[in-house]
């Protein structure tokens, strides 16, 4: 008989052996719960967006021996009161984020809070690094609110990563979810969120189509799959439309956590409705006060209904889930609040309650025109004169992001950066222009459909912005 030595190789491999089918076995187990909870057990979560616009913005700067200086203010001090209504009591005032929401927090609310309520966005963010599977719960953003579909190629691409390494230096981690502004949404931008690291994005469930025939997107199969226009493939979370809009724009919808939670119980039961609501999360106490009681209400109690809380880690990883995935297709060029093409951002269409005016709708798109001429140009300028700017350019918009974002003058040292690595003052402006053209395309602008909204002076200084920057533009 051959006896081995506790040390040979033999025993060693057998030992390695062993310990990886153990962790086979501890992996498959896993798989299989996840399986069994999705599958026994309706989700039930909240899909909010978190978002205030720069409210503020000033640039004061002397370039090329020329004062170029441009400002706008825009409801200034209502960011404090919905802080105070919403975002102090949903995400300073908890340990971690409740099981089954799932959020963002816009970069420019982040510029914010860090720069006027530095104590609540301390609590904020030990709420998000405390959240189990945070990764997948808050999810990340293109720096500013811009309708991408709107934009390049190049364009989504750098925004995106920009506002990735924004989100990162925030809150130390990458999120896996994005969040598109107004979700408006093309193949082409699923590409690029899919280029810039990201797993998955929400979406109305309006705004998907070609679903196969005897699939039921109900409460137990809501995520999908798209390709993106370089074939690649994205998750899609899809909020239930009509439930949506009814807790949107119904005050009493509420007004009784149990109520509702008893309603989406028996509605589920007797339908298999999906029961993932997506809206802005200021509905949670701004738009409604004391809204936000409810919220964490419904969170606090959705498992004693039947529910199990959305956990898009578990959801991805879950074995059948990869092996029965739904393809779907998106609906080119639409958003949660206007399915017309887009036609709300370019002027084409009265998509939105205020019932907007002729005159209305020629500014939009005249606004939307002019914007959209001076990002080419300016790209163009870019590229011919500093061939890979894009780089050093999306540094730079995430260093001064939170000086963009809350009116503090960026523009001397923005100056000062650029020469230091060796540019010149034609480079700042060209910069400096293509940073007025982002800030004004902010969606808010063209959001209300009011004469004389005060939202419109965004791209209205802009646009007077680049044209003192940049005298040789031309419409």
């Not at 040390?7 to 052996?17: D, E, N, R, T, W």
């Not at 949670?284 to 956990?311: C, M, T, V, W």
């Not at 010149?424 to 808010?444: I, P």
Request: proline share 6%; net charge negative.
């Amino acid at each position: 008989m051959r006896y081995y030595s506790l040390h040979s190789p033999l025993v060693s491999a057998f030992g390695q052996i062993y310990t990886e089918l153990q962790n086979m076995l501890a992996e498959l187990e896993k798989g299989a719960k996840i399986e069994m909870a999705l599958a026994e057990t309706p989700l039930f979560g909240v899909l909010a967006h978190g978002y205030q616009p720069p409210r503020r913005f000033n640039v004061d700067i002397t370039l090329e021996g020329k004062r170029h200086y441009t400002s706008f203010s825009v409801f200034p001090s209502i960011n404090n009161e919905i802080t105070d209504q919403v975002y102090r009591p949903i995400l300073g005032e908890v340990e971690h984020l409740p099981p089954g929401l799932i959020v963002s927090i816009y970069a420019p609310l982040r510029s914010y809070l860090k720069r006027n309520k530095p104590d609540v966005f301390v609590r904020v963010q030990e709420a998000v690094v405390n959240t189990q599977d945070r990764e997948y719960a808050v999810l990340g953003d293109p720096l500013v609110h811009v309708i991408l579909p709107l934009l390049p190629s190049p364009d989504q691409e750098m925004l995106l990563a920009a506002g990735r390494q924004a989100f990162i230096n925030d809150f130390g981690f990458a999120p896996k979810g994005l969040w598109l502004p107004e979700t408006a949404v093309s193949k082409e931008v699923l590409a690029s969120a899919r280029s810039a690291g990201y797993e998955f994005v929400p979406l109305r469930d309006s705004q998907v189509t070609n679903i196969p025939s005897g699939t039921c997107l109900d409460a137990k199969h809501n995520v999908c799959v798209v390709k993106t226009a370089k074939n690649q493939e994205m998750a899609v979370l899809l909020g239930n439309s009509g439930l949506s809009g009814f807790v949107s724009f119904q005050p009493w919808s509420t007004y009784n956590a149990e109520g509702f939670m008893a309603g989406r119980q028996r509605i589920e039961q007797r339908s298999g409705s999906n029961a993932l609501m997506m809206m802005d999360l200021e509905r949670f106490g701004h738009h409604q006060k004391g809204a936000n009681d409810f919220l964490k209400r419904i969170l606090e109690i959705q498992e004693g209904y039947g529910f199990s809380p959305i956990n898009m880690r578990q959801v991805l990883e879950a074995k059948d889930w990869r092996r029965e995935k739904t393809y779907v297709d998106v609906k080119d060029n639409t958003s949660w609040s206007c399915p017309h093409a887009l036609g709300r951002w370019t002027g084409q269409c009265g998509c939105d309650c205020d019932n907007p005016t002729e005159f209305t709708k020629h500014i939009k798109q005249e606004f939307y025109e002019t914007l959209t001429k001076m990002n080419e140009f300016v790209n163009t300028s870019l590229n011919s004169r500093f061939p890979g700017w894009r780089s050093e350019f999306s540094n730079l918009f995430v260093t001064f992001a939170d000086d963009i974002f809350t009116g503090t003058n960026f523009g001397p040292s923005l100056d000062q950066v650029v020469k230091s690595a060796g540019g010149d003052e034609a480079k700042t402006k060209l910069y400096l222009a293509k940073m007025e053209v982002m800030v004004g395309m902010t969606s808010c602008g063209w959001f209300f459909g009011a004469d004389e909204r005060p939202e419109r002076s965004i791209p209205s200084s802009m646009i007077q912005g680049v044209k003192n920057l940049l005298p040789e533009f031309y419409i």
